[in-house]
């Protein structure tokens, strides 16, 4: 897995050489100040050459400004690099997302497959940038200022070394009371959380019971706790801060003493022990920066592992390497044997055989839940037949690109979904192509110019999710315009299961038969009254297509489908 | 010299044990760490010493599945996976991460 994660460097090898040798060449300086105060001390001063000191600072300042501009390219560069990794492999997760199957969606959710492209890649991307030089840098100052110091003297070495595990216990221990603490304000946050939860979904239990009071002592009850853990969090977290401090200058008196001593018998010169000081902080920064990579490692490569879960999962519905791609069907729509489930476990439909003729209008109805959605989906193959067999114009529709298949049905499905954007790209979502004559024609012929006329900025207005909310009419219209500037020889129209008013439901009856006329039409219909005029009927139930034939022929045959026209009749008598 | 080595993979080793909270396993290292310094015949040494660097990186192997045990109880805690480590309000810290 390092090596695939590693592989995502290549396109930015140049970046990444720079950022490490940068950060190398740091740690290097860093390394190397020690020994020049050193030498500045035991050669330089008992020679009392004022200029020479005068030099050799200028000098060291110049590192400085130097080993400032370094950190500086490592800061920007390094997370340059992780931010370009984490967007090539957001741009690879999202096309891929794309173009997964319906099956896919109908598995996952949304929000998992949101914070897939979002938190997950910004872990990686922290990884990426962190991970490989950290690593590096941390071992390489640890060993090196270790190796100086033990080429110093090996004995103060080894004492400043014994500090180190003193060091982990003190962070380990720290650790452990701040996990604590974090556990209870999670616990408590998730307290505040389902109780703002149930007081906002049940507010309007709340309010017609007059509760408001109720609630707010409650809720302030939660919050005081959390409150109280967060404080105590704090508290936990200065201690932490503070004893650390303290550990750490606790290695610097002992070395001092010691060295001293050791001084004293002539074992450490002057300049040794300064730099000797120096180099322990050198030794415990590193300590600081393993804690954070053995968090941020299992961070990283969790969320590198789910992101390559997802690309593992190749999309169900693939283009046969000899399909081809078809212009301009007829719709001749044939179904032979086919057999569908979505699980395995349940058998939606079941040798099914229905041939559709080109330019026919064909109406499903039957009960709730019977399958007439799924009969169309598997039109467009938004999911594959496990048995059986499609055919379009006499082609097997999976021998069709599916590009190509898709292009030629145009669908007005049962709940429209609206972008983010103005009511104009919206429509154009049918044909980016279209020029704005075309657009205005399609909303025309779908009833919606009246519409739009009154919105505020016309067809340049916000809807969708952050806009304006279309009524459900409108958001039909929308659609069956939509579909109009993308032409397509077959069309299927999946009727809304909600009541519109009959005004309304009169104006879409005719755009609709305006977008009918000349296609192949397949119409799922809830309401009898909107199916009269339509060629042929299919009845759909639980058991498979039940009956067949014109309105009125079914109507005579006193089955299935009188039984439901008796029902549907006697309710608007009502 | 070798023996200088030898106590730094002691003392390293020995910090990583102190991070896993191993008290038992960290008193056997410091007995280890005396007795090849002041007790062992010097022919002995270099079995010592492969012993210790494999004991290392093994401590090491731990020390990165602690950590992904670590991130697990993040996990749970955020309320990002299901409760397992953490279930019915358990913090999930263990004694020691061996
Ligand atoms: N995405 C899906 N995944 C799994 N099962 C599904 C899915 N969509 C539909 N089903 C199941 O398949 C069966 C047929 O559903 P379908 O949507 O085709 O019915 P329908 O005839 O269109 O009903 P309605 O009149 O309510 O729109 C139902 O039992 C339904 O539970
Ligand atoms: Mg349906």
Redesign the pocket.
């Known amino acids: 897995m390092l090596k695939q994660f590693f592989s995502y460097y290549k396109p930015h090898k140049r970046l990444f050489i720079i950022d490490f040798s940068s950060a190398v060449i740091v740690a290097i300086l860093e390394l190397a100040f020690p020994i020049a105060v050193q030498w500045l001390i035991d050669e330089l001063l008992p020679e009392r050459d004022w200029n020479l000191i005068v030099t050799v600072s200028i000098l060291l300042f110049a590192v400085y400004l130097l080993s400032t501009f370094l950190q500086y390219v490592v800061s920007y560069l390094g997370h340059k690099l992780g931010i370009n990794i984490e967007t090539d492999m957001r741009e690879q997760l999202f096309t891929h997302v794309q173009r997964q199957s319906?099956r896919f969606f109908?598995n996952t959710k949304t929000g998992h497959i949101m914070s897939r492209i979002t938190n997950d890649l910004f872990d990686i991307g922290e990884l990426a940038h962190h991970g490989p030089e950290d690593f590096f840098i941390a071992i390489m100052t640890f060993t090196g200022a270790f190796w100086i110091m033990f080429n110093i003297n090996p004995t103060l070495a080894l004492i400043a070394l014994v500090m180190v595990p003193l060091l982990v216990a003190l962070v380990t221990y720290c650790n452990i009371a701040m996990n604590k603490a974090w556990h209870n304000m999670y616990h408590n946050i998730a307290g505040v959380n389902a109780r703002v939860e149930d007081a906002v979904s049940g507010v309007r239990v709340v309010q017609s019971f007059t509760n408001e009071d109720f609630e707010l002592e409650r809720f302030n009850h939660d919050n005081g706790l959390f409150r109280k853990a967060k404080i105590k969090a704090y508290k936990v977290m200065a201690g932490t801060h503070s004893s650390i401090y303290m550990m750490t200058r606790l290695l610097t008196v002992i070395v001092l003493v010691v060295g001293a001593w050791l001084s004293f018998n002539g074992d450490l010169k002057y300049g040794e022990l300064v730099s000797f000081v120096l180099y322990t902080n050198v030794l415990i920064k590193p300590i600081d920066k393993i804690s954070a990579l053995l968090e941020l490692y299992p961070k990283g490569m969790a969320g590198f592992r789910r992101f390559q879960e997802i690309l593992a999962k190749e999309p169900e519905i693939k283009n046969d390497p000899n399909a081809i791609s078809v212009s301009k069907l007829t719709g001749d729509i044939q179904f032979n044997q086919v057999n569908f489930s979505?699980?395995d476990q349940?058998q939606?439909l079941e040798n099914i055989n229905l041939q559709i003729n080109p330019g026919e209008t064909v109406a499903f109805v039957?009960p709730?839940?019977?399958?007439?959605?799924?009969i169309c989906s598997l039109i467009p193959r938004f999911y594959d037949v496990n048995g059986g067999a499609i055919t379009i114009d006499g082609i097997d529709i999976r021998k069709m690109t599916k590009k190509s298949l898709r292009s030629q049905i145009g669908i007005v499905q049962?709940d429209v979904f609206l972008f983010t954007g103005t009511v104009r790209e919206n429509i154009a979502y049918g044909n980016q192509q279209a020029t704005d004559e075309e657009i205005i024609d399609a909303a025309k012929k779908a009833h919606l110019d009246q519409v739009i006329a009154k919105l505020p900025a016309g067809y340049d207005t916000q809807i969708g999710e952050r806009g304006l909310k279309l009524s459900g009419g409108q958001k039909q219209r929308l659609a069956i315009a939509r579909t109009f500037l993308k032409n397509p020889p077959i069309l299927i129209l999946d009727e809304a299961?909600s009541a519109l008013d009959t005004e309304t439901e009169r104006m879409i009856q005719q755009s609709l038969d305006l977008l009918a006329e000349n296609r192949t039409t397949l119409v799922?219909a809830?309401r009898l009254a909107t199916i009269k005029d339509a060629d042929r009927v299919v009845v759909?139930t639980n058991e498979g297509i039940a009956e067949e034939g014109s309105y009125q022929e079914l109507l005579a045959k006193d089955g299935v489908f009188a039984r439901l026209h008796k029902i549907q009749y006697e309710k608007n008598q009502d | 010299m070798l023996m200088e080595w030898f106590l730094i993979l002691a003392i390293l080793t020995g910090s990583l044990i102190v991070l896993l909270m191993h008290w038992g396993l960290f008193l056997l290292q410091v007995v280890f760490a005396v007795v090849v310094t002041s007790f062992l015949p010097t022919d002995w040494f270099w079995g010592a010493l492969i012993i210790q660097v494999i004991f290392g990186l093994w401590i090491i192997r731990q020390t990165f599945q602690a950590a992904w045990y670590q991130y697990q109880l993040e996990l749970e805690k955020t309320q990002r996976i299901p409760q397992h480590y953490t279930e019915g309000g358990r913090s999930g810290i263990k004694k020691n991460f061996l």
């Open positions: 319906f109908d979505y699980d349940q939606v039957g709730s839940g019977a399958g007439k959605t799924t049962q299961t799922i809830h759909v």
